[in-house]
């Protein structure tokens, strides 16, 4: 395939992934998902604050507010994070009363307006049951905190553990290099394999790997660039405190969530609308290998 025609393809997907992303509502769906992850992620840390005091681990949900807002530009996250961390002082030992199913069930709303997006630029209609579509939610983020707690133990109490190691087998200092190495990359691979899974799971139809990881690999890639150029921005140039007043944390992390949902549904678009091009390319190529019809005499 030569450099021109790789063109003309690319131009294609772009302009029907972009096309689609303005026909399905794709602004107004990313503010849903922006809102609803928001909203979903209180129910979600005090759910892990639970979770977590009841194994006796009372510093798992502050830590993972941490690392979960390690990846956000700093004056964004800063003002959510101490809002959670208020929250999270109260002591909750109520994993199994109302307080704790309540949070779970809200959390899961996230989780609803990810799939939504998902439907949409897929084009795909979910006639699935929304009682089994509840519970997959559910045990999504089920899932998630169990990763999330996994993940903070990776990432802070696998250092003291290593360390004690070394105290009482010196030999094993060569290999630290290597065992930090993996520890990082396994938490770094979680987001990545939450995108597989919201992509696999989430929406209606069948996908194989292959026509995921274009649109993965883009979100990722357009959620450092994008929230390398938000913070940028916020640095140097916005002043929301003039706009928003007291809201100005909030709001700028709305609007930041906001930006990460486009990027989302736009990762989608880009999957659905290479799985089109794919398609056409595939019946161009039967038909062109049809024989010619015979002329009659």
Not at 85 to 106: K, M, N, P, Q, Y
Not at 116 to 140: E, G, V
Not at 202 to 207: I, M, S, V, W, Y
């Amino acid at each position: 395939m030569g450099a021109h025609q790789t063109a003309i393809i690319v131009y294609a997907v772009l302009k029907d992934a972009i096309g689609h992303f303005a026909r399905d509502d794709g602004f107004a769906m990313a503010s849903h998902v922006a809102l609803s992850v928001l909203l979903a992620l209180f129910p979600l840390l005090i759910f892990i604050a639970s979770l977590a005091a009841f194994f006796g681990y009372d510093g798992a949900a502050a830590t993972a507010t941490e690392l979960l807002f390690d990846a956000w530009p700093e004056r964004v996250a800063a003002p959510v994070a101490r809002e959670i961390e208020s929250v999270l002082t109260v002591r909750r030992s109520d994993l199994l009363t109302f307080g704790a199913i309540a949070a779970l069930w809200f959390s899961s709303n996230g989780i609803e307006a990810l799939r939504t997006a998902l439907n949409r630029a897929y084009r795909q209609i979910d006639n699935r049951s929304f009682i089994l579509l509840r519970i997959q939610s559910i045990f999504l983020v089920l899932l998630g905190a169990a990763i999330l707690l996994a993940y903070t133990f990776l990432v802070v109490l696998a250092p003291l553990a290593l360390t004690t190691l070394t105290h009482h087998v010196p030999k094993v200092e060569s290999f630290l290099l290597s065992i930090n190495v993996a520890r990082y990359t396994l938490a770094g691979s979680l987001l990545i394999i939450g995108l597989f899974i919201s992509h696999w799971l989430l929406p209606a139809g069948q996908r194989s790997f292959k026509d995921l990881w274009p649109g993965i690999l883009a979100t990722l890639v357009m959620w450092i660039v994008a929230g390398s150029v938000f913070g940028a921005y916020l640095a140097s140039f916005a002043n929301y405190v003039s706009t928003y007043g007291g809201l100005a944390g909030i709001m700028t992390a709305i609007i930041f969530l906001y930006i990460c949902a486009l990027v989302f549904i736009l990762g989608g678009e880009l999957n659905a609308a290479i799985s089109r091009q794919r398609r056409y390319r595939d019946r161009q190529k039967q038909r062109a290998a049809l024989p010619a019809p015979v002329p009659q005499s």
